[in-house]
């Protein structure tokens, strides 16, 4: 079993920037894919971004220049360095992880392990 524990979440004005983190225990080692994806009331889910087992990111198109995705393998934290936010960024940012599905935004909906969530606000 893997935990995930998401925090860094919170209330921001339009422009300014967020970062996120999760941190993960239990069973996961490195080659693990992680990433975030989003939900906001009224709206389908949205994968935001994912990092592979060899550090390579893919963001989905409306967060590419502003999302980073980055992981610490020293201590299996994730983190997603939000900047430039706008209020459509607003939402509830899920930490998930997983081993056996492809590690691409599109599937993180699916992906085995979830965090309980952290809630973004973007106020203008």
């Known amino acids: 079993q893997v935990q995930l524990v998401e925090s860094g979440g919170g209330s921001v004005q339009v422009g300014g920037s967020l970062r996120l983190s999760c941190a993960a225990s239990g069973h996961i080692d490195s080659n693990y894919c992680m990433g975030w994806f989003r939900q906001a009331p009224g709206k389908e889910r949205e994968g935001v971004a994912v990092?592979?087992?060899?550090?390579?990111?893919i963001y989905a198109d409306s967060m590419k220049g502003r999302f980073t995705i980055s992981k610490d393998n020293g201590n299996f934290t994730l983190y997603l360095l939000m900047s430039s936010l706008k209020p459509e960024d607003t939402g509830a940012y899920y930490c998930?992880?997983?081993?056996?599905?492809?590690?691409?935004?599109?599937?993180?909906?699916?992906?085995?392990?979830r965090g309980q969530g952290t809630q973004v606000t973007v106020s203008s």
């Open positions: 998930v992880a997983d081993t056996l599905r492809p590690c691409t935004v599109g599937w993180t909906f699916d992906f085995s392990y």
């Open positions: 990092i592979g087992s060899d550090g390579t990111p």
